[in-house]
Every structure is written in structure tokens, then in C-alpha cells.
């Protein structure tokens, strides 16, 4: 197994456009998570999906982003109608739930780095 | 609410110096966890370790170690005889019972020079 994989690596896009990312987790990870990360900070939650569920959103998730794990496998976060603040990189995770909220390990991808111009 | 704080913007050390990453968090409930990613150059956040609440014993593995005080609410992080190949961004997180959210820290960039 690879790892987690993301794709793009890199975006460039112009405001008001639509970008989509998308995620390839660990094949035997049931978990799959989406965090935001810009420049100086911490990674942000945006929402984590159980198999095809998606069971946690944060409020930073604005009705513009939107993600889906349709096979419980691959996942996809779109934005639609880019804005500046939007530029930062997109982080994927995966776990294995050990049953336990709140202790799971996660592995990241290297993530996709969005510029909204 | 959650809150975790790393007081620590930068650090810069000579290699061989021992260094320690400071952990504050902020909560209100009894169950939690703690944890510790390592995020180098490359961008890829690493796992270096994970606390319960319940469990305050100090752990060691091989040049890092980690001290966890509820007292305090801190949980630090040091690095004994730093390489040049420790230099990343350390974020400290803080997960709670019921939620699979993680809370980062803003980091700490270390810099280890030879």
C-alpha cells in the first residue's frame, strides 16, 4: 500500500471557479477525513466520513464545499465558486476505527494546495 | 470548546542540544486524547504518539519523550540530543470522547542546525 494519495498536488484556479480534489485512502482504512491547513497554521476539521457515511461536518464546511466517499472508498471535496480564502492546502486522512471516538491514528496524505486567484 | 495552544512559534537549536515543545490544551470534558504530529518539509503529517485522559504516565521512545500533566493541562514534548533530520513543524491536537475532530495547535517550527 502507498499510502494516503491525493490528487492534484496543486491547483491554480481563478475565483468563482469549481475545483475538486480527490483522495485515495489506505485500502483497509474504513475512515476517511478532509482538514484545511493554511499558511503558519494548524490543520482544521471539515468533515470525516465511516465507510460511505458522512458523519461529522464543521461549520467551516459552507454550503460551497462539498465532499462524497460514494463506494466507502475514494473520496472527492468540491468547492464550487472559488474565493480567495479559500486558497490553502486540503489534507486528506484515513483511519482504521479502533471503535473508540476520538483515539483514532490517522494517516495524512501529502495534500492539494489550492490558489484562488 | 476545545483549544490547544503551542506558545512556541519557532526554535532553533544546535544539533546535540536536547529541546522541549510546549503543549497547553483547554477542555471541559474527563475523556480525551492527546496527540503529537510531526509535519517535515516534504508536508506530510506524521503520527508521533497518542494519550487518554486516563493514562498520565510519561513515555519514552528512543530520543523523544513526552510529559503529559493534567495538572497543568500540558503535555510536552522533548527531543534529546537533536539531529538535523528532527527540523519539521510538531502540532499538538486534542481529540475528545464523542467526536472525531481533531483540535491542532498552530505548531512549532523547529530548526535543528549542524
Known amino acids: 500500500d502507498t499510502g494516503v494519495s491525493q490528487d492534484p498536488r496543486h491547483k491554480i484556479t481563478k475565483r468563482g471557479q469549481n475545483v475538486t480534489f480527490r483522495c485515495d485512502p489506505i485500502s483497509e482504512h474504513n475512515r476517511l477525513y478532509w482538514y484545511r491547513q493554511t499558511l503558519g497554521q494548524g490543520p482544521e476539521f471539515l468533515t470525516y466520513f465511516q465507510n460511505e457515511a458522512q458523519l461529522e461536518k464543521s461549520r467551516l464546511l459552507s454550503d460551497r464545499f462539498s465532499a462524497e466517499r460514494p463506494k466507502g472508498s475514494f473520496s472527492t471535496l468540491e468547492i464550487q465558486r472559488t474565493e480567495q480564502g479559500d486558497s490553502a492546502m486540503y489534507l486528506c486522512?484515513?483511519?482504521?476505527?479502533?471503535?473508540?471516538?476520538?483515539?483514532?491514528?490517522?494517516?495524512f496524505g501529502a495534500g492539494s494546495r489550492l490558489t484562488v486567484l | 470548546a476545545q483549544k490547544v495552544t503551542q506558545a512556541q512559534t519557532e526554535i532553533s537549536v544546535v544539533e546535540k542540544e536536547d529541546v522541549t515543545l510546549d503543549c497547553v490544551y483547554e477542555?471541559?470534558?474527563?475523556?480525551?486524547?492527546l496527540f503529537w504530529y510531526k509535519q517535515p518539509p516534504s508536508g506530510e503529517l506524521v503520527f508521533l504518539i497518542r494519550?487518554?485522559?486516563?493514562?498520565?504516565q510519561n513515555e519514552i521512545s528512543g530520543r523523544y519523550s513526552w510529559n503529559f500533566q493534567k495538572s497543568t493541562s500540558s503535555f510536552n514534548f522533548t527531543i534529546t540530543a537533536s539531529q538535523v533530520v528532527d527540523s519539521a513543524v510538531y502540532f499538538c491536537a486534542l481529540s475528545q470522547g464523542g467526536s472525531e475532530k481533531l483540535v491542532f495547535g498552530k505548531g512549532t517550527k523547529l530548526t535543528v542546525n549542524p
Open positions: 486522512a484515513s483511519s482504521f476505527s479502533e471503535g473508540i471516538s476520538g483515539a483514532n491514528v490517522l494517516t
Open positions: 494519550r487518554n485522559s486516563f493514562d498520565e
Open positions: 477542555t471541559r470534558d474527563t475523556t480525551y486524547y
